[in-house]
């Protein structure tokens, strides 16, 4: 017997909700919104777009397609919105699964060759059209060798979720977090890795704040006028810089051509090698319970991005931070 408060919707209604800012998904007859996760799935908008509206059960599962962990499943919590009526005949499954399982987008006979990628750009173009027009395909129900889990038995495993752990007793997320992890000790290692999807704020000043989020595109349009000018200076001469207001900056003899493009390579190089490296050996380790600096440290460096995965404006270094360090290797190195 269905709770009173249990939405049933049929295929139509449901196929309705194919757009970016309205998506939705059926996982084991289950209906899910996932419009406000569209612009933050780790496979790109696109992928996710071109399947709602439909069943994505055998998609999210799929090594075709790609296996999707505990993880994903979890962000499903709380975004219910009603299950799959019942006497509907069988599951649609999106094209993109009804292809990887061989099954013809248009009911017409298996599909010639592998999964082609995925077009358009959740504008009702391609692949992401014909799903919400209802042009669909019908999976033939063939067996697996192992039946994978369901919803259920996956939400059920405890073993990861993106619920976190223990964050209403051990933290208050309506402060910030950077003067409260310390003080966590021996139970920050296992808080920090049981992510949550929530926003996170790291400084109680509002203006320290604001420069701790950075847009992606901040960082090219940010950098690359520098690395632009510093590569002119690089190979220009002392001389040839006279009186243009630069020439403290510039070296005492330029760099030929060749030079600096064996110079530039091997820095993109080494410092490419010097970032997998800290990252590895660096911001992985496991700082000291008993030390509440070095797990403030940890958490603002690095534990940041476990605790909260999908707050993409902290992906990247913040602009001011970098500026503060590369102006001491500057001065360093002009001594």
Same mark, same amino acid.
């Given at each position: ?43 790109? %908008? ?59 987008? @248009? ?30 395909? $019908? ?6 060798? $192992? #039946?994978?889990? %369901? ?37 920050? @290692? ?16 509002? /203006?320290?704040?604001? =420069?701790?989020? $950075? ?9 690359? #006028? ?37 110079? *530039?390579? $091997? ?13 590895? *050996?660096? =911001? ?8 509440? /600096? ?14 909260? #995965? =999908? ?7 913040? #602009?001011?931070?970098? /500026? ?5 290797? *500057?001065?360093? =190195?002009?001594?």
């Amino acid at each position: 017997m269905l709770r009173q408060e249990e939405r049933v919707l049929n295929a139509e209604e449901i196929g309705k909700h194919c757009t970016r800012g309205d998506a939705w998904v059926i996982v084991d007859g289950i209906v899910y919104d996932v419009s406000s996760f569209v612009e933050r799935h780790p496979g790109g %908008s696109d992928y996710l777009l071109a399947n709602c509206g439909g069943d994505v059960s055998d998609a999210m599962r799929s090594n075709a397609i790609h296996m999707h962990s505990k993880a994903a499943f979890s962000i499903l919590r709380g975004r219910k919105v009603g299950i799959v009526k019942t006497n509907e005949p069988e599951k649609t499954p999106s094209p993109t699964t009804a292809a990887a399982n061989g099954h013809s987008p @248009n009911g017409n006979g298996a599909v010639r060759g592998s999964l082609q990628p995925v077009t358009g750009r959740g504008t009702g173009k391609g692949v992401g059209k014909r799903l919400c027009s209802g042009n669909v395909a $019908t999976a033939n129900g063939a067996a697996t060798a $192992t #039946p994978p889990p %369901s919803m259920v038995e996956v939400l059920n495993d405890g073993t990861f979720s993106m619920d976190g752990w223990r964050e209403k007793d051990l933290v208050d997320w309506s402060k910030p977090m950077l003067c409260q992890v310390g003080q966590l000790g021996s139970l920050y @290692n296992k808080w920090v890795h049981s992510p949550v999807d929530k926003p996170l704020r790291l400084f109680h000043w509002d /203006f320290v704040e604001f =420069f701790s989020h $950075t847009p992606w595109y901040v960082i090219p349009t940010l950098w690359l #006028p520098v690395i632009t000018l510093l590569s002119v200076l690089s190979t220009s001469s002392t001389q040839s810089l006279a009186g243009s207001g630069v020439e403290w900056m510039a070296p005492g003899v330029g760099l030929s051509q060749a030079h600096f493009a064996v110079l *530039f390579v $091997t820095g993109v190089l080494l410092w490419s090698l010097v970032e997998y490296m800290l990252h590895r *050996f660096i =911001f992985h380790l496991r700082p000291s319970e008993r030390s509440p /600096f070095m797990i403030t440290v940890h958490f603002l460096l690095h534990g940041q991005h476990h605790k909260v #995965p =999908f707050e993409t404006s902290r992906l990247v270094f913040p #602009p001011v931070a970098a /500026f503060i360090i590369l102006s001491i290797f *500057f001065v360093a =190195f002009r001594l």
